[in-house]
């Protein structure tokens, strides 16, 4: 069965760094892109960042973009979420996730997650 | 701000049917297909509703899930108090070339 498990997290002094780890089982890692999630307290979800299957294409959001990077290493079946200059806002909960795509008919795309991790807490606070 | 728009809330009583409504844009919604996803309390965000409307294996046939335009609905028949949960929508916004999630809706089963 598949199976995403997260570490890595943790309380850090803001501008500090942590990286975070998802390590895949259950399926072909090196067949599926791999996303981060995140959920500050009390808050919704809040989508992070996205590696292709190779690693190739990378992107993020807004809020993280210049400071946090995705990457993965295949022989280990893992994603990594290296996070730097951390400020207090970035405290959340982490999920990874894995998405299933397809071009439709018409051009458009089908995009979900289909598995997520349990979810890893990050605390940014001194 | 999310990208896509939730009531923060509903509820229904035991039995009764709810929906929940997504409204987006064009780029995202309009082009896309849409996704659900519950998340009960202190756990991980589970996926309810693909492409639209298909549910996956496990998922009961009390939910669904439509789209019109750049919004989309789910529905909720037969409610239960386990049902009681946030239920966010979320997809692929083509122009922001980003995936977008909508702020959430907390559903109570009265």
């Known amino acids: 069965q598949v199976q995403l498990v997260e570490s890595g997290g943790g309380v850090v002094q803001p501008g500090r760094s942590l990286r975070l780890s998802c390590t895949a089982s259950?399926?072909?890692?090196?067949?599926?892109?791999m996303h981060w999630v995140r959920q500050a307290p009390g808050k919704g979800l809040e989508w992070v960042a996205l590696t292709s299957y190779d690693g190739r294409s990378k992107d993020y959001a807004d809020s993280v973009k210049g400071r946090f990077t995705i990457s993965r290493d295949n022989s280990k079946n893992t994603v990594y979420l290296q996070m730097n200059s951390l400020r207090p806002d970035d405290t959340a909960v982490y999920y990874c996730?894995?998405?299933?795509?397809?071009?439709?008919?018409?051009?458009?795309?089908?995009?979900?997650?289909?598995?997520w991790g349990q979810g890893i807490l990050v605390t940014v606070s001194s | 701000q999310s990208v896509l728009t939730q009531p923060p809330s509903v509820s229904a009583a035991p039995g009764q049917k709810v929906t929940i409504s997504c409204s987006g844009s064009s780029s995202s919604i309009g082009n896309n297909y849409i996704s659900w996803y519950q998340q009960l309390p202190g756990t991980a965000p589970k996926l309810l509703i693909y492409d639209n409307n298909r549910r996956p294996s496990g998922i009961a046939d009390r939910f669904s899930g439509s789209k019109s335009g750049t919004s989309a609905t789910l529905g909720i028949t037969g409610l239960q108090t386990g049902d009681e949960a946030i239920y966010y929508c979320g997809t692929w916004d083509s122009s922001l070339n980003v995936w977008v999630f909508g702020g959430g809706t907390k559903l109570t089963v009265l």
């Open positions: 996730a894995r998405p299933r795509a397809s071009v439709v008919q018409g051009g458009g795309l089908s995009y979900y997650f289909d598995y």
């Open positions: 259950g399926f072909t890692f090196n067949n599926f892109g």
